[in-house]
C-alpha cells in the first residue's frame, strides 16, 4: 500500500525558499511510484484543493500553476521514490497546507481526478 509522507513545511518570511519532501513510505524498499505521475497540490481551508505542480513518471515533464511558475520547481529522485518542490520567492498567498499525491497515470496530470494516493500535508505558512 502505497503511503505518501511529506516534510519540511513551516514559517518562512516573505521572499525567503522552502523545500518540501514526498517519500512513500508504504513498503520497504519498494518502488511502488517509479512509474507514476506525482504532484503537489495545496488548500486553504474553506477552499478547494488546488494543484500546484506535478511531475511525470521519468521526470521530463513538469508542469506548473500560473501562480507559482517561476518561483518553484518540482523534482523527483525514483530510486530513493521522493519527491521534491523547491518553492523560492515565497509569498503571503502560498500559505496553506501541500498535500504530495501520486497519480494513476504516468504522466504529470493537473487533474486531480488522476490521483488516488495523498499525503497527510505539511503546513506552509509565508509571513509579510
Known amino acids: 500500500q502505497v503511503k505518501l509522507v511529506e516534510s519540511g513545511g513551516g514559517v518562512a518570511q516573505e521572499g525567503s525558499s522552502l523545500r518540501l519532501s514526498c517519500r512513500d513510505s508504504g513498503r520497504t524498499g519498494g518502488r511502488s511510484l517509479s512509474n507514476n505521475g506525482m504532484a503537489w497540490f495545496r488548500q486553504v481551508p474553506g477552499t478547494e484543493r488546488q494543484f500546484v505542480s506535478g511531475?511525470?513518471?521519468?521526470?521530463?515533464?513538469?508542469r506548473y500553476a500560473d501562480s507559482v511558475k517561476g518561483r518553484f520547481t518540482i523534482s523527483r529522485d525514483r530510486m530513493s521514490n521522493i519527491m521534491y518542490l523547491q518553492m523560492d520567492n515565497l509569498k503571503p498567498e502560498d500559505t496553506a497546507v501541500y498535500y504530495c499525491?501520486?497519480?494513476?497515470?504516468?504522466?504529470?496530470?493537473?487533474?486531480?481526478?488522476?490521483?488516488?494516493?495523498w499525503g497527510q500535508g505539511t503546513q506552509v505558512t509565508v509571513s509579510s
Open positions: 499525491a501520486a497519480s494513476i497515470r504516468a504522466t504529470a496530470s493537473s487533474a486531480k481526478t488522476d490521483y488516488r494516493s
Open positions: 511531475i511525470s513518471w521519468n521526470g521530463g515533464d513538469t
